[in-house]
């Protein structure tokens, strides 16, 4: 098992649930052709020493700290970025995962139907990790807001941006982020398909000194974004750079305290998923679909948000500051968050606020359903999770009716049939 970095039992136990999830066996696929790669030494490389984290900035600043990056000179654009951030986000709090890949393997089910359904443009609202990435480049919305209860996932959405702003093509960002060298006909790999971005990806070896290199670069770029940072934000943001480096594509979803369901698919095979037609298209299928999410966080107009669904302020916020924009939700991905907002008081706030929100006949709610006990018709062979949608209009009205009478009635009742 990789233990390469010093860290708290935060990370330790992260890095045991990563290590446990079993190899992507679930579904077979035919391998890649690989595009020549150098010759690499297989030597395997040395340890990387950092500083202990603090696990107190796990999941929220620590009152009082100094911030780090208060001096450092920044341009208008990125101080209105912070203000923004900061103006839109709630207190942080805790969910019993650790968000750095997702753990859907469905997550692109629902893009032919949204095509079909003219979902795009306008406003996009999402949570947790990349995958809102891959949402993005297809509905091309005007601006994006992740929201997420905990603090740490808008620490990994700052170290997303700058990874976007360093990086010239898709190889290059999963290099920065993986401590991979570079080949020397960098250019040449823009029409590369993904399959052969991911031999090379695996093919390549990692090394201390290239991580080293790449976590310094991202750490400048993070501190001139706008958004106050202080020391254990830092470390918490390089912490997650260097768990990404530890375990490469083979990063996976876990859940804390309650181990790995075993089906938790690796962030490879989340980059090789397809739609419902067989077909790539990730964020990172194509140069064009990466493209256009790099010019939205280079425009800062991918806005990490911390708040609670069912909170008071951050989603009802972010509902009015694009009111003001005068643009509309195109698609709300709400992965299966309602799931556990039902299990409390908190669904009913929630849905409260999504009336609230500017929609129209087009929008649509986007959900992620785990079928362990109870399979529903549009799950996917093959696959843990299942995608869904619905229209706005439709979750408004029942709830005004009366609502949902389980979880079970919310994603099937008025789910919109993909095929």
């Known amino acids: 098992m990789p233990g390469r970095l010093r860290r708290l039992p935060y990370f330790l136990a992260l890095a045991f649930l990563i290590a446990c999830g079993r190899p992507d066996s679930a579904q077979t696929r035919e391998p890649p052709v690989p595009r020549p790669t150098p010759q690499l030494s297989a030597t395997p490389p040395p340890p990387i020493t950092r500083p202990e984290i603090d696990a107190t900035s796990i999941y929220e600043a620590e009152e009082g700290t100094r911030i780090v990056n208060a001096d450092i000179p920044v341009s208008g654009d990125a101080r209105e970025f912070g203000r923004l951030i900061d103006r839109l986000s709630e207190p942080g709090g805790y969910f019993p995962s650790d968000n750095l890949v ?52 808008l620490l990994h959405h700052l170290l997303f941006k700058a990874l976007f702003e360093n990086a010239r093509n898709r190889l290059e960002y999963l290099c920065l982020m993986l401590g991979k060298p570079l080949p020397d006909d960098l250019r040449e790999w823009d029409d590369a398909s993904i399959d052969e971005i991911v031999v090379y990806v695996d093919t390549a070896v990692a090394s201390p000194e290239i991580f080293e290199k790449a976590d310094a670069l991202l750490l400048e770029s993070v501190k001139r974004f706008g958004y106050p940072l202080s020391e254990a934000d830092l470390g918490t943001i390089s912490g997650i750079h260097a768990l990404f480096y530890d375990y490469g594509l083979d990063i996976r979803y ?16 989340l980059i090789l998923e397809t739609d419902l ?6 964020y990172l299928a194509s140069e064009h679909s990466f493209r256009a999410v790099k010019d939205l966080e280079h425009r800062n107009l991918i806005v990490p948000v911390v708040g609670d669904l069912a909170g008071p302020h951050a989603l009802a916020a972010i509902g009015r500051e694009i009111a003001s924009r005068r643009l509309r939700i195109s698609a709300f991905y709400v992965s299966n968050v309602e799931q556990y907002l039902m299990q409390g008081p908190g669904f009913d706030a929630f849905a409260q606020t999504v009336a609230r929100l500017p929609f129209d006949d087009r929008s649509v709610l986007i959900r992620s359903y785990f079928a362990r006990r109870y399979p529903i018709p549009q799950t996917v062979p093959g696959h843990f999770s299942t995608q869904l949608l619905e229209h706005f209009t439709d979750f408004v009205r029942e709830q005004s009716q009366g609502g949902y009478r389980s979880y079970i009635d919310l994603v099937t009742r008025n789910a919109i049939p993909l095929n």
């Open 254 to 269: 876990s859940n804390r305290g309650r181990g790995p369901y075993g089906r938790f698919p690796s962030w490879r095979l």
């Open 277 to 282: 037609d067989g077909v790539r298209r990730g």
């Open 102 to 153: 997702s753990n859907e393997t469905s997550y692109l089910h629902v893009l032919g139907k949204m095509r079909e359904m003219g979902v795009r443009g306008g406003a996009y609202v999402g949570v947790g990790p990349d995958q809102n990435f891959s949402y993005v480049a297809h509905i091309r919305p005007s601006i994006a807001f992740i929201i997420d209860i905990r603090r740490d996932n």
